[in-house]
């Protein structure tokens, strides 16, 4: 023993002042990470980590593991080689790294086969006191004693001397009691040792942080992407464990106890697994008074002494509020705050509160009819009960039916006590308290100021001629530009042509199906008018006028020559044969589908027509001069009613169920779309100058826009009780008409002004009525005369009719 204190005191003795293991080469260490202090003195290091102090509060166990693992080695290396003592290493000058942080070597007592978390853990023990090496050297050469032995011997504190043998020897070296097995910390595991230090003053440095022997730790030299965390997703069976570690920057695989505990977390429930947390609560406390108190403590001293500081403070807020630094708190006002709202009213004025105050209603004091033995006069008969049963409960005089009743008790319960009651707070609270000052307001002057009938004149005002000819419903007409011919299309399969001023019928032409609409060329140089029959359009020409323009619209029709390779187009022009031509018939467009309507162009070249089928191909619009069709359209928009040709600029308007949308024809796109806020449209028109527009709905409303103002209805007119049919504006006089199924045509005068500040004028002027209900039916068209203020319209009972 001697002699291995003696050994060890010589090599302290020759031992440098500073080993390259021990320097700390490198750039000083980030704001916040305090310097690692130099381990090459014999006291321990203050703060390192949980482990020091766990090594500082036991130093026997952490000798006696260091020792432990030393003697193991040893006696390896005896069994080895017997009868012979390993010879002692010399020190060899280690080279520092490339990085600038010393590399570590390995000692005579260290075990290259350790983890780098456990060599750094062994390696801050050894640091700390004397080395174990030594002394395990030292006391193998004396007496060759066992590893038990020799682990007693060599146990010191940290604060002993060399040489000195320590006192708990006998303690630290019973294996089975461990009393530093339930202590724990939350650094306890941690390589990285620079402690609560945010991790992005690291970010421009090659290393992370430092370990326990105050070495780098360096990051990884290749951050993974995202097709590598892919990649060691798809290979990797453990991925799904596997965490990354932000203090070292490497990845952690969890274990299946860590795996469980973060799932219990997520569920909510306690990280221990043998917690209950169900156990029955435990009284500590008792309500009985017991004979001891829980603690006898006798008092404090000082608690029997006045407090000088406390004297200091009460001086201090005494002169305080003798200098008027501190205002003492008032006395609070216990009397209520209420107070009379009109307190301040004057009494003598008109709306004074008690001049117009109203009482509250009084319930009506019962009647004969209340009582349980009523007068027989007040009993009703058989027949004035069933009658007060089939009244609805507003019309009866009485809610309930007097009834006689032998005495008081044998009255049953009212049964509309409770709806009385309620009704009757219902009339308390509601009740107005205050008279009302009647404004004195001639009706009159509520009404809009609009100029009178007689100043708007001309207009249509009384029935003139009705053509009579037809035997079912007439549903279209139209006038002919001129205003000398009149044609209409009726359900008898028929397309009649009138003499306007005579009402005589010139001309009958059979159309072989039912006419859905009637269109007259509105250039007078042409003679044509297009029929629409089921599934074809018939261009005719009466034949009536001038000569000279029927026989200039043969020659039109005529000089068309085919094209030697036609195109495919959605309607095919078919020449109509010998007969039909003697019958005024020129052209046939077949469509395939329904159509529902025709209409023409300003310059009369082309023709819009709708049909009744879904998609993209419910408009087309032929061109007359070359025979040529087309589908404006590439998708539908709904369910088109109706179309119209822009009288000056090259629109054209379609009318859909719930909105108008105009299309600018040339540039090909959708220019505004009209809400008239209706559920179906039923018809439209244009102004002449182009820029207001009306609709006709099937829920009796009549609405204009005005194009220059808003996409929404400047004016919504109800004038009409049923479904309006048709709408027609006059093209010289500021006039438009409506005709609904309730049998009668309004007439309304319509200004629209060239001053753009000044909005138009809509005064309806006059209800026109003589067509009777037809199936509830009523007036199906209407149109004006194309010179004078006459209107035209045509009706469910087979008439036309004449307003003038």
Known sequence: MAAAILRRARSRRRRPPASPRRAHAGPAPPRGRPAPSDPAGPAPRPTRSCRCRKWRRGSGLAWSMVGTRGVGREAAAAGALPGKRPPEPEPEPEEPSLLGAPAPSLGPGSDPGLSDSEESVFSGLEDSGSDSSEADTAAEEEDGASGAEQCSRTERTPGQQAGTPSPRTEVASVPDEDEYVEDSSDEEDIRNTVGNVPLEWYDDFPHVGYDLDGRRIYKPLRTPDELDQFLDKMDNPDYWRTVQDRMTGHSVQLTDEQVALVRRLQRGQFGDVSFNPYEPAVDFFSGDVMMHPVTNRPADKRSFIPSLVEKEKVSRMVHAIKMGWIQPRRPRDSTPSFYDLWAQEDPDAVLGRHKMHVPAPKLALPGHAESYNPPPEYLPSEEERMAWEQRKPDERSLHFLPRRFPSLRAVPAYGRFLQERFERCLDLYLCPRQRKMRVNVDPEDLIPRLPRPRDLQPFPTCQALVYRGHSDLVRCLSVSPGGQWLASGSDDGSVRLWEVASARCVRTVPAGGVVKSVAWNPCPTVCLVAVAVEDTVLLLNPALGDRLVVGSTDQLLSAFTPPAEPAAQPAHWLEASEEERRGGLRLRICHGKPVTQVTWHGRGDYMAVVLAT???????????????????????????????????????????????????????????????????????????????????????????????????????????????????????????????????????????????????????????????????????????????????????????????
């Open 614 to 804: 879904p998609g993209h191909t419910q408009v087309l619009i032929h061109q007359l001069s070359r025979r040529r069709s087309q589908s404006p359209f590439r998708r539908g928009r709904g369910q088109v009613q109706c179309v119209a040709f822009h009288p000056v600029r090259p629109f054209l308007l379609v009318a859909s169920q719930r909105s108008v949308r105009l299309y600018h024809l040339l540039r090909q796109e959708l220019t505004k779309k009209l809400t008239p806020n209706c559920k179906w449209v039923s018809s439209l028109a244009v102004h002449p100058a182009g820029d207001n527009v009306i609709c006709g709905s099937y829920d009796s409303k009549l609405v204009w826009f005005d194009l220059d103002l808003s996409t929404k209805p400047y004016r919504v007119l109800r004038h009409h009780k049923k479904a309006l049919r048709a709408v027609a504006f006059h093209p010289r006089y500021p006039l438009f008409a409506s005709g609904s199924d309730d049998g009668s045509v309004i007439v309304c005068h319509g200004m629209v002004y060239n001053d753009l500040l000044q909005n138009p004028l809509l005064v309806p002027v006059k209800v026109l009525k003589g067509h009777t209900l037809t199936k509830d039916l009523g007036v199906l068209d209407v149109a004006f005369h194309p010179t004078q203020p006459w209107v035209f319209s045509a009706g469910a009972d087979g008439t036309l009719r004449l307003f003038t």
